[in-house]
């Protein structure tokens, strides 16, 4: 049994991860800015009012935690806002930069001291953050923004190896999700959240740093 914290928990995947997570008999430390009748069925314990993009949240959350040790750091919580060019509002790619790759960045660093040799964190990116597979253009904030989330995961990896801690750059695939419209092309959040929890399983020090799909493909930078 692993102590698991996972952001963005209240809905879609960040939900699942913790439905299934329980189901495996882990602790759960779910955390979320509003807890749902899902999430709060689930029989976790449920940290609410965690904005990721609060410092002030973050530091509650932090005083609340305490030493508490955490084996496994999911950092999920995102936005995606698409920007095509001749649509392009400044102010919303900077606040996907915000949401989507400084704030994970200041999260981990906020809990690094409750991350043990051993533990593992993981960043939620999306493959629409990688430069060799773009070629459709567009949705210029999401794809910036989790470009920047991919590079900070992998200086993490460099980062933090010393200290004995994994971290795994993940794509969840096409999930139907809010986030998605819940669009009838994706998978679900089960099969999604099966194969990132496996991808989980076999992060280690070797592999620590890569970008995988959930499905095991290793995806191009
Ligand atoms: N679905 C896909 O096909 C897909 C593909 C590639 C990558 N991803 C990534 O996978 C992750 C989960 O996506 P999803 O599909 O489950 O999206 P979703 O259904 O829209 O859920 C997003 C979650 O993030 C939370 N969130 C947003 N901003 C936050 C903030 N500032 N502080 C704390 N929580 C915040 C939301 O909470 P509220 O309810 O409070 O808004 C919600 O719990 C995201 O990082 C996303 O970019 C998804």
Known sequence: MSIYLVTGSNRGIGLEYCRQLKERGHDVIATCRSSSPELDALGVRVENGVDISSGSSVLNL???LGGLQIDVLIQN??????NSLSNLDPQSVVRQFEVNALSPLCFVH????????????VLMT????????????GSYGYRMS??????AGKSLSIDLSSNGISVAILHPGLVSTRMTGFTS??????????????????????????FWHSNGDILPW
């Open 126 to 137: 999306s493959r629409m953050g990688s430069i060799d597979d773009n070629t459709s253009g």
């Open 110 to 121: 906020s809990f690094l001291g409750n991350l043990i040799n051993g533990s593992k964190v």
């Open 62 to 64: 932090k005083q609340k």
């Open 77 to 82: 919580a995102g936005i995606a806002e698409f």
């Open 146 to 151: 989790k470009a920047a989330l991919c590079m």
């Open 185 to 210: 092309n994706g998978i679900t959040v089960k099969q999604s959240v099966n194969g990132l929890l496996a991808r989980i399983d076999e992060l280690n020090l070797q592999n620590s740093g890569t």
